[in-house]
């Protein structure tokens, strides 16, 4: 099997798990991940979100919390093959459905990106690699960010030792479940 074929096993294997937990053990796992984000990002006053879909952890009241807290949010959106980042100041009234069907912010492109990327992903693997849906916005936007401090954001059941990568694949430097933090160095581009 190729890397290809082995990424595509992968991305139907744990969307099917992520999408088989019930709601209520999605609610818990998901709050005990708030906890371990906002504990290690306390004192941080600017983040990129994500909307949560398919059965993503829900960072959604978190970041509630921030804007009530006065700090700045942003969120991604999807322009051609890019990701754009847009700041939110009313995640009720800042965000609309975009070409996925995923609710994105609506106006103007935000001239920085904040400091803190939190970055949702369909499987990742101890070195910070992560598998998506597929279209590599990630990717492109992360080799992109080089000073931005990057968390990938998931479930126990979705970090392996190891993951296939290729070229341009670029991992985050950290990764936070409901169990707690597993960090590395600093992130970069490999060429496997």
Not at 23 to 37: A, H, K
Not at 115 to 131: A, N, Q, T
């Amino acid at each position: 099997m190729n890397g290809v074929e082995g990424k595509t096993l992968l991305r139907q294997t744990f969307l099917a798990k992520r999408e088989d937990l019930s709601p209520l053990l999605r609610d818990e796992l998901s709050s005990r991940v708030r906890e371990w984000l906002r504990d290690f990002l306390w004192g941080k006053e600017a983040f990129l979100g994500y909307w949560p879909i398919r059965g993503e952890v829900d960072i959604l009241p978190l970041m509630e919390e921030w804007q009530k807290e006065g700090k700045r949010l942003f969120l991604p959106r999807v322009k051609g093959k890019e990701i754009e980042v847009v700041e939110v100041r009313d995640l009720s009234r800042d965000v609309a459905r975009g070409r996925f069907g995923i609710p994105e912010p609506v106006g103007e492109r935000a001239v920085e990106v904040p400091d803190v990327i939190l970055v949702p992903g369909v499987v990742f693997d101890e070195m910070g690699f992560r598998i998506g849906y597929g279209g590599g916005f990630y990717d492109r936007f992360l080799s992109q960010q080089p000073a931005a401090e990057t968390v990938g954001v998931a479930y126990r059941f979705q970090i392996l030792p190891t993951l296939p990568h290729h070229d341009g694949d670029v991992a985050v430097e950290s990764l936070v479940c409901e169990e707690g933090w597993i960090k590395r160095g600093k992130r970069r581009a490999t060429s496997c």
